[in-house]
């Protein structure tokens, strides 16, 4: 099993990234998966949609067939979000566009994770479920984690951790992520069977 990993901040250093690369640590350690990709949007970010991709535009094949690739390999997903002003981050939206009529993320699950250096990071979560799945299909748990206080949990320093929080939020990620193994691991079955083909409607309604 192939579980990735989409870091959504377009910071270089962000608190986005460390709980990603905290999360893909967890996935291993645990035995969840086999194997991860993690995708950080702060190192790779990608140019703005526009309709040559439908064209087979050859700069956005050399951007985007490597990604694809990837992302049809991997049988779940963890979209970790920022909340900047109350919106999950334009680049992460950006992102999203992308994937459409291919299946790269259709009917698999995904779970949701977002984080606030303050009482933030429910917006996301609601912006993400609303409008980011129509021709994805990508498939949000009904579980998600919104780590708040962000700075003061999964530092590699453990002295710079709180020790109430960092303990709620270790135990809630593993709930989490042995629950996205699970969804995984049963969505297998729905693509097999070939009902959910994209081939006669490629676009959701």
């Known amino acids: 099993m192939k579980i990735g990993i989409i870091c959504g ?47 087979g535009d ?15 390999s991997c049988d779940g997903f963890v979209v970790v979000s920022p909340e900047w002003h109350g919106m999950a981050p334009a680049g992460l939206k950006n992102f999203f566009l992308m994937w459409t009529a291919g299946g790269e993320v259709a009917h698999k699950p995904a779970l949701i994770v977002t984080v606030s250096v303050a009482d933030g990071g429910s917006f996301p979560i609601a912006e993400l479920r609303m409008s980011s799945y129509k021709n994805s299909r990508i498939c949000y748990l009904p579980e998600h984690l919104i ?21 709620y939020f270790e135990s809630r990620l593993a709930y989490c992520l042995e629950m996205l193994k699970e969804y995984a691991l049963a969505f297998r079955q729905i693509r097999n069977s ?5 081939e006669v409607y490629t676009s959701g309604m």
């Open 9 to 55: 901040s377009h910071r270089s250093d962000s608190q986005s990234g460390k709980i990603a690369r905290h999360i893909e640590r967890e996935l291993i350690g645990r035995g969840l998966c086999d194997e991860t990709w993690l995708y950080d949007l702060g190192g790779n970010p990608l140019p703005l949609w526009d309709e040559s991709i439908w064209e």
């Open 58 to 72: 050859a700069e956005w094949q050399k951007i985007l067939t490597p990604l694809s690739d990837e992302l049809k």
């Open 147 to 167: 780590i708040r206080y962000v700075d003061t949990v999964f530092n590699d320093d453990p002295a710079k951790n709180k020790p109430e929080a960092q303990e």
């Open 194 to 198: 070939g009902k959910a083909s994209l």
